[in-house]
């Protein structure tokens, strides 16, 4: 059986590129999405069956409350976890063990002190920082 990934990214560019580097890889199937209604959707209809989750913290807030963003902007991916955590069928620790945090927001992340951690990675997007993803990415889908 195929192990199975969940990319939370609204760049298009940057999702091909991850797509096609796992999939290559690993042969991986590639859930994604790119706002936080999209996410809870593919959540919701997968029943959060995935082996790695991949979060850019800065996604399209589309379905988030006005309440809720502007508490948390830019980090808007956040909210996807909190849906997550809500669920039933998977335990806070086991997302937080396969979720890889991705993004250029990744010192405001920290700044903020936000109770949301310990992530499997915490990877800030740069020059060579995709390739640092799919390494990861291994590390998790070989436990």
């Known amino acids: 059986m195929s192990k199975k990934i969940f990319l939370i990214e609204d760049n298009g560019f940057m ?3 991850l797509r096609e580097r796992l999939e290559d890889r690993y042969q991986c199937v590639v859930s994604d999405a790119y706002s936080v209604a ?40 956040l909210k996807t976890l909190d849906y997550f955590y809500q669920t039933k069928n998977v335990s806070k620790e086991t997302i937080n063990e396969k979720t890889i945090l991705f993004s250029k927001y990744i010192n405001e992340y920290k700044s903020k002190r936000l109770e949301y951690g310990p992530f499997a990675e915490v990877i ?20």
């Open 124 to 143: 800030p997007k740069d020059g060579d920082s995709i390739e640092r993803v799919v390494k990861a990415i291994g590390k998790l889908l070989n436990k």
């Open 15 to 17: 999702t091909e590129r």
């Open 38 to 77: 999209s996410a809870k959707d593919t959540w919701d209809s997968e029943r959060g069956d995935f082996d790695c989750i991949i979060l850019d913290l800065h996604i399209n807030p589309v379905g988030l409350k006005s309440d809720e963003s502007a508490t948390i902007t830019p980090l808007f991916g």
